[in-house]
T-cell receptor, first 114, second 114 residues
Framework: DAGVIQSPRHEVTEMGQEVTLRCKPI?????LFWYRQTMMRGLELLIY????????DSGMPEDRFSAKMPNASFSTLKIQPSEPRDSAVYFC????????????FGSGTQLSVL | AQSVTQLDSQVPVFEEAPVELRCNYS??????LFWYVQYPNQGLQLLLK??????LVKGINGFEAEFNKSQTSFHLRKPSVHISDTAEYFC????????????FGTGTSLTVIP
């Protein structure tokens, strides 16, 4: 079992650039979550997909952030344009129905915006 | 709205001493409860979970937690900690009947002192 796979592991970019984070959930899982972790705010839910459909995106900070899930095996989180305050660790997690029993996390993407 | 409160942001404890990490939640419906552990530079891993049944739940690495519905708490305990238990611990809640969302606390940093 490969687990949840995120890429890249580390991303360093300059302010204003576009950043794309990628996630491959565990095969067969039908729910996918994007979280952001910072020292100040802890672990924040950004967006949640179920069966490839965004269910709750109320945690997305602003219009600069967008997320897609074109199929059951792939999701992206895009920041355009990036800002230094976006620097954080971004985690992807997936789960299988029945709802709410367990989340499987990827190793995260460490994003630094200079 | 669901919320999870971890009352202690940092807990230092000496090796082989007992530890309790506190977690309270707010919900008017039935919930599932979880503790996740995050070791440095890694993603979150499930430590234990309460879905139903016995209110005392045993997890990996000698940890256990007790669900107290009247106090809406799910405190994590270990009778004797090891250096290797140094990590960030997150309490989480999901509402199985209202969707597949997970709500995380802000985390407790456990530092075991030799």
């Amino acid at each position: 079992d490969a687990g949840v796979i995120q890429s890249p592991r580390h991303e360093v970019t300059e302010m204003g650039q576009e950043v794309t984070l990628r996630c491959k959930p565990i095969s067969g899982h039908n729910s996918l979550f994007w979280y952001r972790q910072t020292m100040m705010r802890g672990l924040e839910l950004l967006i949640y997909f179920n069966n490839n459909v965004p269910i709750d995106d109320s945690g997305m900070p602003e219009d600069r952030f967008s997320a897609k899930m074109p199929n059951a095996s792939f999701s992206t989180l895009k920041i355009q344009p990036s800002e230094p305050r976006d620097s954080a660790v971004y985690f992807c997690a997936s789960s299988l129905d029945p709802p709410g029993e367990k989340l499987f996390f990827g190793s995260g993407t460490q994003l630094s915006v200079l | 709205a669901q919320s999870v409160t971890q009352l202690d942001s940092q807990v230092p404890v000496f090796e082989e001493a007992p530890v309790e990490l506190r977690c309270n939640y707010s919900s008017s419906v039935s919930v599932y409860l979880f503790w996740y552990v995050q070791y440095p530079n890694q993603g979150l891993q499930l430590l234990l979970k309460y879905l139903s049944g016995s209110t005392l739940v045993k997890g990996i690495n000698g940890f256990e937690a007790e669900f107290n519905k009247s106090q809406t708490s799910f405190h994590l305990r270990k009778p004797s900690v090891h250096i290797s238990d140094t990590a960030e611990y997150f309490c989480a809640v999901s509402e199985p009947n209202t969707g597949n969302q997970f709500y995380f606390g802000t985390g407790t940093s456990l530092t075991v002192i030799p």
